[in-house]
Nanobody, 123 residues
Framework: QVQLVESGGGLVQAGESLRLSCRAS????????MGWFRQAPGKERESVSA????????AYGDSMKGRFTISRDNAKDTVYLQMNSLKPEDTAVYYC????????????????WGQGTQVTVSS
């Protein structure tokens, strides 16, 4: 079992940036891909980004491309999501997840996920 703890959320104005972090603990040797999804009130869950173990494969949702950057530090069992040029429509709870592949994460299939961190972007 893998436990995931997100941090870094908060309230920002449109155009500003935030960096989310997610640290994994437990059976981390089973982790291949890590990533993020988000959910806003009244909206469907949306895949945000994913990264492979070696970091050579990354994926982004269409509305995040060019604004968000995912990275990971395997020595720290941590994945990061740098979010720039934030928009009010980015407001959501952001969840960290692990899965066998980046494709699994982007398709919404996870092995484990965290409790989430709130991101609020004001206009």
């Amino acid at each position: 079992q893998v436990q995931l703890v997100e941090s870094g959320g908060g309230l920002v104005q449109a155009g500003e940036s935030l960096r989310l972090s997610c640290r994994a603990s437990g059976r981390t040797w089973n982790i291949y891909a890590m990533g993020w999804f988000r959910q806003a009130p009244g909206k469907e869950r949306e895949s945000v980004s994913a990264i492979s173990w070696h970091g050579d494969i990354t994926a982004y949702g269409d509305s995040m491309k060019g604004r968000f950057t995912i990275s990971r530090d395997n020595a720290k069992d941590t994945v990061y999501l740098q979010m720039n040029s934030l928009k009010p429509e980015d407001t959501a709870v952001y969840y960290c997840a692990v899965a066998p592949s980046t494709a699994h994460i982007m398709k919404g299939t996870y092995d484990s996920w965290g409790q989430g961190t709130q991101v609020t972007v004001s206009s």
